[in-house]
């Protein structure tokens, strides 16, 4: 199976900060990475999918990048409203995986 | 509007079995695959299995394979999960998600059902 690693596992940021979080896979996916928010007590929600594309209605200041094993998820501007846990996903194989998720929370 | 709402889940012993629904409403659920992603207390997400759109396609996760079936009845709106032999590490929340153009974009969920594996 194909291995999903976040990094890091968790970040304290403010609002309006910058924040990047990274996903590498344990081997080539192309741009077969997905990205997820969820909040507690609620269903995980689509971000990005394909590596960079937004899903619609998902704020600009969220955006994807990367291709082969290295990707990233950026946030522009923290909201306060962003909070949150973040997941990446593979879907190159049939058999999907999970990265182990980023707890983004309050400084 | 779009919706999924699953139902079946509980409190059931080491061994037993359940079957997982998820109804779907405000789109046309033939048209997409579909998947189960599960999520243990306090931990992260773990993608289950996934049907193709008419149903002849099936993946599983190697740690649900041969315990674990799904199915699908597009008349009736539903896709269904049958859990059997079931162990202490298969307790968690069980969401069905919509897959998008069947490329692993899961792009609606319901609010999921929890199932409780205890003696």
């Known amino acids: 199976d194909i291995q999903m690693t976040q990094s890091p596992s968790s970040l304290s940021a403010s609002v309006g900060d910058r924040v990047t979080i990274t996903c590498r896979a344990s081997?080539?996916?192309?741009?077969?990475l997905n990205w997820y928010q969820q909040k507690p007590g609620r269903a995980p929600k689509l971000l990005i999918f394909a590596a960079s594309s937004l899903q619609s209605g998902v704020p600009s200041r969220f955006s994807g990048s990367g291709s082969g094993t290295d990707f990233t998820l950026t946030i522009s501007s923290l909201q306060p409203e962003d909070f949150a846990t973040y997941y990446c996903q593979q879907s190159y194989s049939n058999l999907y995986t999970f990265g182990q998720g980023t707890k983004l929370e309050i400084k | 509007e779009e919706q999924l709402v699953e139902s079946g889940g509980g409190l059931v012993q080491p061994g037993g079995s359940l079957r997982l629904s998820c109804a779907a409403s405000g789109f046309t659920l033939s048209s997409y695959g579909m998947n189960w992603v599960r999520q243990a207390p306090g931990k992260g997400l773990e993608w289950v299995s996934y049907i193709s759109s008419s149903g002849p396609t099936k993946y599983y996760a190697d740690s649900v394979e041969g315990r674990f079936t799904m199915s699908r009845d597009n008349v009736k709106n539903s896709v269904y999960l049958q859990v059997n032999s079931l162990r202490d590490e298969d307790t968690a929340v069980y969401y069905c998600a919509r897959d998008l153009k069947s490329s692993g974009w899961l792009d609606l969920w319901g609010r999921g059902t929890l199932v409780t594996v205890s003696s």
């Open positions: 081997q080539s996916i192309s741009n077969y």
